[in-house]
């Protein structure tokens, strides 16, 4: 059973700092491709950023240089660490986990609520 767990999300203030959580049950984690989503309501959720099993990243251009995206294996957890966070920020903010050859096989996180706002 694979579960993705997140945490982290809050309310802050404009220029403030949050960092997501997602813990990943299961033996997925060291294999699969990891990406955090976010969505707000009316929208299509968008990648914000991903992370590949070797390391490599991506990310939406409207987050490069505030957002880091990094996976700890040891722990089963990916982060998400964001800086400089602005209103447009705010969002539902999705785990993700994308099996690396078979892209219909992949689970989801309930979600975490990020705010920001002064």
């Known amino acids: 059973q694979v579960q993705l767990v997140e945490s982290g999300g809050g309310l802050v203030q404009p220029g403030g700092s949050l960092r997501l959580s997602c813990a990943v049950s299961?033996?997925?984690?060291?294999?699969?491709?990891m990406g955090w989503y976010r969505q707000v309501p009316g929208k299509q959720r968008e990648l914000v950023a991903g992370i590949s099993s070797g390391g490599t990243t991506n990310y939406v251009d409207s987050v490069k240089g505030r957002f880091t995206i990094s996976r700890d294996v040891p722990k089963n957890t990916l982060y998400l660490q964001m800086n400089s966070l602005k209103p447009e920020d705010t969002a539902v903010y999705y785990c993700?986990?994308?099996?690396?050859?078979?892209?219909?096989?992949?689970?989801w996180g309930q979600g975490t609520q990020v705010t920001v706002s002064s």
């Open positions: 299961g033996s997925i984690f060291r294999f699969y491709a």
């Open positions: 993700n986990a994308r099996h690396p050859a078979n892209l219909v096989v992949e689970y």
